[in-house]
Structures are given as C-alpha cells and as structure tokens.
C-alpha cells in the first residue's frame, strides 16, 4: 500500500520551525560590580538568557515598578532554568553594594537569578546610552543620577539584544486612555516579554515539535491501520498499530521528561505564550487540550490491551474493543497536533 500521503502533514510541521525574534545587535563588553561585591562582566553571562532593567533605590516614582515587574518575572519564569535578571543602577554614586543589597532584599531577589549591578557613572552612562540605548543623560537637579528609560531589554545566550519591552505603560497614555488601558498594555508587554524569553531559552532540541511529529506519525499510522484491516491486510495492520504502539510509548516518555525534568513541571500557560490571540481562542484551546488529556490517560491502556487481545488471537473480544478504541486514539492524536499549532503556531510572532 502506498503511503506517500503521510509526508503531507510532515511537510506542513517540517515548515514550523522556532519562532525567532528580532536581532539588534550586541550589548557589548562592560565590568560591574554586583550588590555581593562580586565582579560581573559579559562573559559571565555567555551562555544565559537575560532580560536588563533599570532603576536606582532613591527611585519613588518609576523604579519600584520596574522593579516589582522583574519580581513577577522571576516568579513567573521560574522554570526557565538558563534565565538571568540583570538591574543597573542608575544612580552609582548613591548606590553601592550595601544599598543594592538592602534593595534586592526588598524586592525578594534571587541572588543566583537576579543581579544588581554598579559601577563608575562613566561606565553606566555608556552602557545605557551606546550599548542598549536607551538614553540616559544628566538632570540638572539630581546630580549623579540618569535620566534612564524604564523599558525591560531582553539579550540572548550570544549577548545580542533581541527586544525591547515597556516595563510600565507611557506617562501619555495612563494620561490619555486611564489606568485600565494602560493596566493592559502593560499585560500584553510582559506576556510579550515571557514569550521571548521561552523563545530564546529553549532547549536545542525542540521537544513540542517532536511531539507534534510523533503525533502526526502515529496518526497516519492509525489510519493505514485501520484501512489495511478493512482491506484484509492482516500484515500490514499489525505492523500499522505495533509501530503506533511503539511511537506512543516513545512520546510519552519524552513528554514527561520534558515537562518533569526540562519545565520542572510548570505548565506552559496559553496566554503567556500567545499574548495576542482573542480570548475565545484561548477557551477553545483549554477545552480541547482537557478533552485530548482525559481521553488519552484514559486510551493509552485501552491500546495496550487491544493489541494484546490481538496477540493472543482473542478476536471476540479484540474486534469489538478495537471499534472504540481506534477513534478514540485516533482524536488524542490528532487533537496532540492541534494543541502544538495553537499553542506554538497559530499566534506566533512573526
């Protein structure tokens, strides 16, 4: 039997690669000191995903902001285990190690995830404006302290800036459009921001992909299986439904070691991942993704038994299990695709 029509949906995931994000440059050499008295250079942070803030702790009006969306960040990424949290003073001269240490301790910072650096005013004037440019010049009134943006940067594992994103809605449009507008502005930046970041601290190997390939192969199979019976194809259905057997046992346990050991068992949350989508799409997508989940815990040994029954050439009992079974799993396999298109593909940025 021909099977050349499976390569179709193969093709169609073959074409899903990594969502990407923008490449705008390198950050750029610089040595700081941490609020440990620690030296921290951009090597140190070769190899890290890592999103800049800026504040100084005299701040009473913008920072603490800033500073409490890093914390909700922290909180929010804590599964994202090559993810750092880097916060420049803008103030040098004021804040020194002790004070950054008062102030990370405040903000309940991790020391092992979230950095607060100092260092010379020449230095941090340099970093905000040449390197992430984000402006950063002298008030008259508040000598020491730069006037400094209050946009988050994320920088990949390569030390390349790939995104800017509003730590807080612009003064002008709370003004313009009132707190609520501006409390979903802020919302959609920062899920924008999570996005990014899970982008760029994926693991090499892209393991909802996978699973999305090992469902769609199991769901050809199925159907070969099912077509080879009705045809007498006694062969060819065995063959069919023992490889499906085999791809299944192989995506569960590459599932769990994902979300167990890669994830630490925090789930991927719909609108984290796809800020932008309307909100009846996300109701769609939990109401499938429960549907897919019960019935495959449920399926799973339902399969296994068939197909011993089968062995063992209990035929009365196989054939009428199979008749349920078979469609059952076939819509846990097809509906695994369509939860990775939604979640992954659908609302993907561009």
């Known amino acids: 039997m021909r099977r050349w029509f499976l390569a179709i949906p193969l093709l169609f995931l073959a074409g899903c690669g990594p969502a990407g994000v923008d490449d705008l440059g390198p950050v750029g050499d610089f040595a700081f000191t941490e609020r440990s008295g620690a030296p921290v250079t951009q090597a140190d942070l070769r190899g890290k995903v890592w999103v800049a803030s800026f504040v100084f702790v005299r701040c009473t009006s913008h920072c603490p902001q800033i500073s409490r969306t890093v914390r909700e960040l922290q909180s929010d990424l804590r599964d994202v285990k090559d993810l750092r949290f880097v916060t ?199 109401a499938i993704l429960l549907t897919h989940t019960i019935l495959a815990v449920v399926v799973t040994p339902l399969a296994v038994w068939t197909a011993y029954l089968g062995w063992k050439g209990d035929y009365g009992r196989h054939r009428p299990l199979a008749k349920w079974v078979l469609p059952v799993w076939l819509y846990v396999t097809t509906t695994g695709v369509v939860v990775y298109v939604m979640l992954y593909r659908m609302y993907a940025p561009t």
Do not use: C
């Not at 979230?114 to 905000?128: D, I, K, P, Q």
């Open 88 to 286: 420049f003073t803008v103030d040098p001269t004021h804040d020194r190690e002790a004070e950054l240490r008062e102030y990370a301790d405040a903000m309940q910072a991790d020391p092992d995830r979230w950095l607060f650096l100092t260092g010379t005013e020449e230095a941090v004037r340099r970093m905000l404006v040449e390197q992430f440019k984000v402006g950063g010049t002298l008030p008259g009134d508040e000598p020491g302290q730069l006037m400094h943006s209050t946009r988050l940067v994320v920088v990949d594992r390569d030390g390349k800036i790939r995104g800017y994103f509003d730590g807080m809605a612009p003064a002008a449009m709370v003004k313009e459009e009132g707190a609520e507008a501006a409390r979903t502005y802020e919302a959609e930046q920062h899920a924008k921001l999570r996005q990014a970041v899970r982008s760029l601290a994926a693991p090499g190997w892209d393991f909802p992909f996978f699973h999305a390939v090992l469902n769609t192969v199991a769901t050809g199979l199925l159907v070969v299986g099912w077509i080879a019976i009705r045809s007498r194809a006694v062969r060819v259905h065995i063959a069919s439904m023992v490889t499906t057997l085999a791809i299944s046992a192989l995506f569960l346990t590459s599932y769990l070691y994902y979300h167990l050991v890669i994830k630490g068992s925090v789930a991927t949350r719909f609108q984290d991942q796809n800020p932008d989508a309307p909100e009846w799409v996300r109701y769609v997508y939990y």
